[in-house]
Structures are given as structure tokens and as C-alpha cells.
């Protein structure tokens, strides 16, 4: 698939939460001080971990911000009824197995 500067995004549409991906994206950009076009590019065959760490940025606070959107979530859910409190303190623990695993293991 070729980018093209007018859709630097496309390259992180591969889930159905595509607009969750995209989002992902854009903050691990913003963090390390990349646009999304350059992310996509840098992020060719590697995981967000190694780029963190190429680009001098521990991969723990991708982990962590990507984290902290994700309880922004779950908060917004709780209170609007959509979730109980119940469920989303459980979810808690599989959001950072899964978003740790994301960032070291899998490539976007």
C-alpha cells in the first residue's frame, strides 16, 4: 500500500477500531515529535518500542499515555451508563496487557 501525504493515516487502518487506531497513532506521533506521515514511514517492519527507543523516548511512556486515553475512555463510559464501575476497573488490567503487548511485540 503506498501513502500518500494527503492520507498519512491509512497505513494504521487495519482494525474494525480503526478510528481508535488512528488515534493511537497520532499520540505515539505527538509524543515523539513526528508527524503521522513520518510515524508511518519510521514505523515500516517495527514496533512503536523500537521507535520510542531509536528516537530516545522510553517505550514505558507510549505505554503509559496510550494508557491514560484508554481510562479516559472507560471513565466516559461509566459515566454515561454505558459500563458499570465494576467492569471498567476489570477491564483495566486486560487494556495493559494488551496495550503493553501492542507497543513492544506487534508492529503497526
Same mark, same amino acid.
Given at each position: 500500500m503506498?501513502? =500518500?501525504?494527503? #492520507?498519512?493515516?491509512?497505513?494504521?487502518?487495519? %482494525? *474494525?477500531?480503526s478510528? +481508535?487506531?488512528?488515534?493511537? @497513532? $497520532?499520540?505515539?506521533?505527538?509524543?515523539?515529535?513526528?508527524?503521522?506521515?513520518?510515524?508511518?514511514?519510521?514505523?515500516?517492519?517495527? =514496533?512503536?518500542? #523500537?521507535?520510542?527507543m531509536?528516537?530516545?523516548? %522510553? *517505550?514505558?511512556?507510549? +505505554?503509559?499515555?496510550?494508557? @491514560? $486515553?484508554?481510562?479516559?475512555?472507560?471513565?466516559?463510559?461509566?459515566?454515561?451508563?454505558?459500563?458499570?464501575?465494576?467492569?471498567?476497573?476489570?477491564?483495566?488490567?486486560?487494556?495493559?496487557?494488551?496495550?503493553?503487548?501492542?507497543?513492544?511485540?506487534?508492529?503497526?
Amino acid at each position: 500500500m503506498t501513502l =500518500t501525504a494527503s #492520507q498519512p493515516h491509512v497505513r494504521f487502518v487495519s %482494525s *474494525p477500531h480503526s478510528r +481508535v487506531v488512528s488515534e493511537d @497513532a $497520532r499520540l505515539v506521533a505527538q509524543i515523539l515529535g513526528l508527524s503521522a506521515s513520518q510515524l508511518a514511514e519510521e514505523l515500516d517492519g517495527r =514496533t512503536p518500542a #523500537q521507535l520510542a527507543m531509536a528516537h530516545g523516548v %522510553s *517505550p514505558r511512556i507510549v +505505554v503509559d499515555a496510550l494508557l @491514560a $486515553r484508554c481510562m479516559g475512555r472507560i471513565s466516559c463510559a461509566v459515566e454515561s451508563g454505558r459500563i458499570s464501575a465494576e467492569y471498567g476497573l476489570e477491564a483495566f488490567p486486560r487494556l495493559a496487557r494488551r496495550t503493553a503487548a501492542r507497543v513492544h511485540h506487534q508492529t503497526w
